[in-house]
């Protein structure tokens, strides 16, 4: 079910689109959501990181990121915040991928992605496609059939490495790499090699950034700084806002003060959408 929702805030006026992924696509793709967005004056944003290889289908006019005008991209997993910046008007889809489903639908490896933002032929010629089509529904549409269609022929990811990601996503983190390492009966040296290349950062770093995303939303949503600690399983809040300080670049509340009304709103819905559970 296709859901489309206006709203102005603080000199941004926005329209996204949003429908749950296909469900072929399950374990592929995380998140679906096409937007426009128009402001007088600059809008900078903090992209911190999170789980999801990120791919923007630009239908628009090009956007900063990290300084660079960028039109359709991926972005892969990383360890560091960066920045967002346009003026005027922006249009596009934004796709969440599992690391497996970047693999399967890209082509790339997820470890050859890591903290990098890169363009690719495959997508500028799919957001062609989608720039033509009349309205989001026939957009998604679109969407979904290539989407499938790469899917059909794509490398398959490494069972053990896929169920390993599963377990750190679902318990938001919280997880001994020690046991993950046991319970595929390989070297952790093989280990860790293999959750690298298949998911784009080291396991340790991979469960820091998931729990970070988690406290993130929590923040973003509304809950206070000590709860979002316990709840993420921080010792305490000052080891939550060291984290902060170094994966966001800022103290909790100067993230939660930096989030204009459109992110806020993304936050919500998220949460109202399960995805904190869901690990999407």
């Not at 033509?132 to 290539?146: F, K, M, N, P, V």
């Not at 998911?199 to 979002?228: D, E, I, M, N, W």
Request: glycine content about 12%; charged content about 20%.
């Amino acid at each position: 079910m296709l859901t489309v929702d206006r709203q102005e805030s603080g000199g941004i006026r926005w329209e996204s689109a949003r429908r749950p992924p296909e469900p072929r696509l399950a374990g592929l793709v995380s998140t679906v959501v096409g937007y426009a967005e128009f402001a007088d004056r600059p809008v900078v944003r903090r992209v911190t990181p999170h789980p999801a290889v990120t791919v923007i289908l630009n239908l628009g006019e090009p956007i900063a990121v990290h300084g660079v005008p960028r039109r359709t991209f991926v972005a892969g997993l990383h360890d560091t915040w960066g920045t967002t910046e346009f003026t005027g008007g922006q249009r596009g889809i934004e796709l969440g991928l599992t690391p497996q489903g970047a693999h399967r639908l890209l082509r790339v490896p997820p470890g050859e992605l890591t903290g990098l933002v890169v363009d690719l032929p495959v997508l500028d010629r799919l957001a062609d496609r989608l720039a033509a089509a009349d309205g989001w529904a026939e957009r998604l549409d679109l969407l979904d059939a290539a989407l499938l269609g790469l899917a059909a022929d794509g490398p398959q990811p490494d069972p053990a490495v896929e169920w390993a990601w599963a377990v750190m996503r679902g318990r938001h983190g919280a997880v001994r790499v020690g046991d993950l390492v046991a319970a595929t009966g390989w070297s952790r040296r093989h280990f860790v090699n293999r959750f690298r290349a298949e998911v784009g950062l080291p396991p340790k770093v991979a469960a820091r950034v998931v729990r970070f995303q988690r406290a993130s939303r929590l923040l973003g949503t509304g809950v206070p700084a000590a709860v979002a600690a316990a709840t993420c399983g921080y010792t305490d809040q000052s080891h939550l806002v060291r984290e902060f300080r170094a994966l966001a670049g800022v103290t909790p509340g100067s993230f939660v003060a930096g989030l204009d009304a459109e992110q806020v709103t993304f936050l919500q819905d998220a949460d109202r959408a399960g995805l904190l559970a869901s690990g999407a």
